[in-house]
């Protein structure tokens, strides 16, 4: 009597090649679509989701309901509390329903390949036809394969490989029909469905009435927003993306990685979209957009890595367990039995510093060294960060200060918009060089010469840190060494918490007895 498609990170009607494929089979047996979305606080705890994803998911889901609706097609929205009983929920549903036919996106983390495999046995049990789709990677991980039949662990020749395979199969980078409206009466069948109502924030996260709207007015939900930014990005900025994408001033990337974490806009419409304005070439015509659909493909490498090696994935055990103490060594950071892990076996031998008033001052912004506190501010403020000091600050924190990656990982996830496991494990990867960058670990940011590099005239800086503001010059970049600390002191701007030559020479010194030791 009915197709229900299962919305999950997906929450669009463009490109879904899930939707369209319940859609196909809708229009095939002329019966209508119906869409569910299970809200799961325990699956938020359990993968750290900051509350300002928790909204914006929430406030794409009404956006999303509301264009289903136009449609003639009903979202159903339900909590939870146990995530263990989704599996078992959904197919209680198409029971409900008389659904004989699930379809549903493929999300790749260990969690929901585990709850997926679930949902196609209970289907198999009760004679429900599960169609599962490859649709958040441009190209589906597990095709992209060296010439000794291994995956790819270096990103430069598993983007020549990507482009290469986009080129002799350019299938992958046919966007899936648009839905039109319900081919069966959905109103007439299920019309209690079409009051259901979206939930309110669970309990367990939350937001004052300014960070929503905060939140609201930096990143309006849904599809139509990412669809205007991804345009306008384009039309604006794409074309000098390569020489521009690190200033930190100004606006000079997409920001559209919240879209794209919660799927209201797909990375395939994004590549076709710059594709289409790179004239139609997939190879070096312009600069900007073949730069910018690298940087999209780096989404794609990282969920490559997460399948082929997924004990990197921190398992819910993990974030159950009440958070390590910072301060001992001995209930410090450990391991769960076998996830979590970084990709370099040998660099889990890496001796971690656990100063838990250094940890504070990074994760506040008050380290003393203006670029990493500007970032830190704009991550509390925005609930997200420029790429560039991602970098920064998290080599600062495993570096500079020998914090244990995980703990910086752990924060960034539990404030970013866009937290993503896969794209934060392996940008932590980097910044502390545990993960698949092949760049050796010698090669340590200096916080100095980034902040004079990518804020040459420390307009970021100014922005972010207003104890700051009054500092005229490079003074900017160290307040304290270049004649500017009275008005730091004055304004009660921190001095340094660690020297960056020092704290230079004890990693090169950590990570050399555990690398090569
Ligand atoms: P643009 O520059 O416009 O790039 C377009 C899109 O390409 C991004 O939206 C993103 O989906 C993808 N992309 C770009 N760079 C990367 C990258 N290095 N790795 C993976 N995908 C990339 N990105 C997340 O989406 N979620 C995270 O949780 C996340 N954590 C990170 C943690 C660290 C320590 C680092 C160094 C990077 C992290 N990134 C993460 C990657 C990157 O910083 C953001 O995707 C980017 O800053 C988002 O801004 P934008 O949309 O304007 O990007």
Not at 291 to 307: G, K, N, P
Not at 385 to 391: P, Q
Request: proline share 6%.
């Amino acid at each position: 009597k009915a197709v229900v498609h299962w919305f999950k990170t997906d929450l669009r009607l463009q490109d879904n090649r899930a939707l369209s494929t319940a859609f196909q089979i809708a229009k095939d047996n002329q019966i209508p679509v119906i869409g569910v979305y299970i809200v799961s606080p325990e699956d938020f705890e359990a993968h750290l989701t900051s509350p300002a994803r928790v909204d914006f998911t929430l406030r794409t889901l009404k956006q999303l309901q509301k264009d289903l609706s136009e449609l003639d097609i009903p979202l159903y929205v339900e909590t939870q509390e146990k995530r263990k009983n989704i599996p078992t929920r959904i197919v209680e549903l198409c029971q409900q329903w008389e659904a004989k036919h699930l379809c549903a996106n493929l999300e790749y983390e260990v969690d929901e390949l585990r709850r997926d495999a679930k949902v196609v046995r209970r289907c198999a049990d009760h004679d429900i036809d599960f169609t599962p789709s490859h649709d958040t990677c441009v190209v589906t991980p597990g095709l992209l394969i060296t010439g000794a039949g291994k995956q790819y662990a270096v990103y430069t020749p598993w983007f020549r490989s990507w482009l290469r395979f986009l080129k002799e199969n350019p299938d992958y980078l046919e966007m899936s029909e648009d839905p039109g409206t319900n081919p069966g009466d959905a109103r007439k069948q299920f019309a209690d469905l079409f009051d259901c109502k979206i939930p309110d924030m669970p309990s367990s996260k939350s937001l004052s009435e300014k960070e929503k709207k905060r939140f609201e007015e930096l990143y309006p939900a849904g599809e139509h927003e990412a669809t205007r930014r991804l345009e306008k990005f384009l039309k604006e900025k794409c074309g000098d993306y390569d020489k521009n994408r690190s200033m930190l001033p100004g606006e000079n990337t997409s920001a559209l990685s919240p879209y794209f974490a919660s799927g209201a806009i797909s990375a395939r419409t994004a590549v076709v979209t710059a594709k289409r304005a790179n004239k139609n070439h997939l190879d070096r015509y312009d600069q900007g957009h073949m730069t910018w659909i690298s940087e999209v493909a780096w989404r794609d490498f990282y969920r490559h890595v997460l399948v082929h090696w997924p004990f990197i994935w921190y398992g819910v055990l993990y974030y159950l367990l009440p958070p390590p103490s910072i301060h001992s060594r001995k209930s410090g950071l450990t391991d769960p039995p076998s996830m979590n892990k970084c990709f370099k076996p040998e660099a889990t031998n890496i001796e971690w510093e656990y100063d838990a008033d250094q940890f504070q001052a990074w994760s506040e912004g008050k380290t003393g060294f203006p670029i990493v506190d500007a970032a830190m501010r704009q991550l509390k403020h925005c609930a997200w960060m420029h790429n560039r000091t991602r970098m920064v600050v998290s080599s600062f924190l495993s570096k500079d200060l020998m914090i244990d990656w995980r703990r910086g990982e752990r924060f960034f996830m539990e404030h970013l918009i866009d937290g993503d496991f896969a794209s934060n494990h392996g940008g932590w990867g980097f910044g502390s060089s545990t993960g698949v960058d092949p760049q050796p670990y010698f090669r340590i940011f200096n916080p100095l010469r980034q902040s004079e590099r990518f804020d040459p005239d420390g307009e970021y800086i100014r922005h972010w840190v207003p104890e700051l503001r009054d500092v005229k010059g490079n003074a900017i970049h160290e307040p304290y060494s270049r004649g500017a600390g009275a008005i730091a002191q004055k304004n009660g701007y921190p001095r340094p918490i660690v020297e960056h030559a020092a704290s230079r020479d004890r990693a090169l010194a950590r990570y050399k007895s555990a690398l090569q030791g």
